[in-house]
């Protein structure tokens, strides 16, 4: 048993212990409150990478075009000499921390050997899988890769009929998410042929597939969820470009984002962070 005097010890000095955790915890002042949305984890990465590079070597290459028509046949694409480890050879010299390749430009041809379409590198000369090459290439010199899968395809039949065409376009982009590992972007292009069929894209649905099968990737488009565009192709951002944008204001695609995107002045409530 505990006599008197020892339990009046104990007691003082718990009591000590505890004053000196309130002199501690009063000593750290607290960070303020931050007024605008703060950056998600991912996000924060993408503002520290300072350096990424674009791939954009597909269909267009043999034809020299910017925009493919669709109807290019799949014979056309016989590349030579295709290295992706000397490609990323040139990223690392760069700085390059995140490397992203075209999968699929608007002409629909397909740089992975699809299960949902023959217009693909299956059905081409050269017969490989340029996804993996890249893919592989990247992560071995420590550059992590990304990925631009258009929306708009100008060869699929199924482009215009609502539904097909939308799960056609999710199961594409589950055989690139879930099929080469990890990768840090996806790219959601807006562009679109003033005279293309009439589509809607099932967006939200697409969002959600990239959140299920990549935890820390960042969606790009023109209006985000985390990364967007940044308004010309130029190359240059407008004079004040805030990483925070007013999302009720901009739609993916719609006419004169451009103007919003590059001039206005982004110092408004909202972050593009996924709800
Ligand atoms: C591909 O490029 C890498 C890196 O530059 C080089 O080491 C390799 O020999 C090349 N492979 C072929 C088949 O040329
Ligand atoms: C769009 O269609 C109009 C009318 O048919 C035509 O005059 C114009 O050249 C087309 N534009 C493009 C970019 O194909
Ligand atoms: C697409 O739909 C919009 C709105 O319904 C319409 O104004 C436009 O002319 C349509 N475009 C084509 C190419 O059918
Ligand atoms: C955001 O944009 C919407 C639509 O243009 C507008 O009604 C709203 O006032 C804007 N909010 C802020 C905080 O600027």
């Not at 990737?217 to 308004?231: C, E, K, L, Q, T």
């Amino acid at each position: 048993m505990m006599g008197g005097a020892s339990l009046l010890r104990l007691v003082a000095a718990a009591l000590l212990a505890l004053a000196a955790g309130m002199v501690a915890e009063s000593a750290v002042t607290p960070p303020p409150l931050p007024v605008l949305p703060i950056p998600n984890a991912a996000q924060l990465a993408w503002q520290r990478r300072e350096v990424i590079m674009f791939f954009h070597f597909g269909m267009n290459t043999f034809t020299d075009s910017e925009w493919g028509t669709g109807a290019e046949p799949p014979s056309l694409f016989a590349p030579a000499a295709l290295n992706a480890s000397q490609w990323m050879d040139a990223a690392e010299a760069a700085g390059a921390s995140l490397a992203i390749l075209v999968a699929k430009h608007h002409d629909g041809f397909c740089l992975w050997p699809s299960a949902y379409t023959s217009h693909s590198v299956r059905a081409s000369p050269w017969c490989g899988d340029l996804v993996r090459d890249f893919t592989d290439a990247a992560r071995a010199r420590g550059v992590d890769p990304g990925l631009y899968l258009s929306p708009w395809d100008r060869h699929d039949a199924r482009y215009g009929r609502e539904t097909e065409y939308n799960e056609y376009y999710l199961a594409q982009l589950r055989e690139l998410l879930a099929g080469y590992g990890s990768v840090s972007e996806i790219w959601f292009d807006g562009a679109k042929g003033k005279n293309a069929t009439n589509m809607t894209y099932h967006f939200q649905e697409w969002f959600q597939t990239v959140r299920q099968l990549q935890g820390a990737i960042n969606i790009f488009s023109d209006a985000g969820p985390d990364v967007r565009w940044v308004g010309d192709e130029q190359g240059s951002a407008g004079t004040t470009c805030w990483s925070t944008v007013n999302r009720s204001s901009i739609t993916i695609g719609a006419e004169g984002i451009e103007k919003y995107c590059c001039t206005h002045a982004f110092r408004s409530s909202l972050l593009l962070v996924d709800d």
